[in-house]
């Protein structure tokens, strides 16, 4: 089973918490690899979501990938830009709702799992993964 965890920010000034950064780990086990099209789904968003937050948010970002492990980790810097934050919050946002609906459709393979933000959690995975 692939797990992805999404840290949302406290509620803005109209109510929505932003997706701040995101883990995936795992192998969904839906097929054999090369024709696990839960697995591809789930990369290729993370992985368009990264290259978007870097090359069209140009946004700063603590990322790194274990292929072994499958792990794709990417957390906003909090000194990122509003603007570029703003630009990452479509990219983050708009993951949420395609790996939710995944989930909706494959609860067996897929775990999306919400928590809150604050730049401790960044701090942390900072120290870790460095």
Not at 53 to 81: F, M, N, W
Not at 105 to 114: A, D, K, N, S, T
Not at 125 to 130: F, H, P, S, T, V
């Amino acid at each position: 089973m692939t797990q992805v965890v999404l840290w949302r920010s406290e509620a803005d000034n109209q109510g929505r918490r932003h997706v701040e950064g995101f883990a995936a780990r795992g192998h969904t086990g839906y097929a054999r690899a090369g024709s696990d099209i839960v697995c591809s789904a789930v990369s290729a968003l993370t992985q368009g979501t990264l290259l978007g937050i870097l090359q069209v948010a140009e946004a700063r970002a603590l990322h790194g990938s274990d292929e072994k492990a499958g792990e794709l980790y990417c957390l906003l810097d909090p000194g990122t830009s509003k603007a570029a934050r703003e630009k990452a919050w479509i990219l983050l946002d708009t993951l949420a709702l395609a790996l939710k609906e995944i989930e909706r459709q494959y609860p067996r393979y897929l775990r999306v799992e919400e928590r809150d933000w604050n730049e401790s959690v960044y701090a942390s995975w900072r120290q870790e993964k460095g």
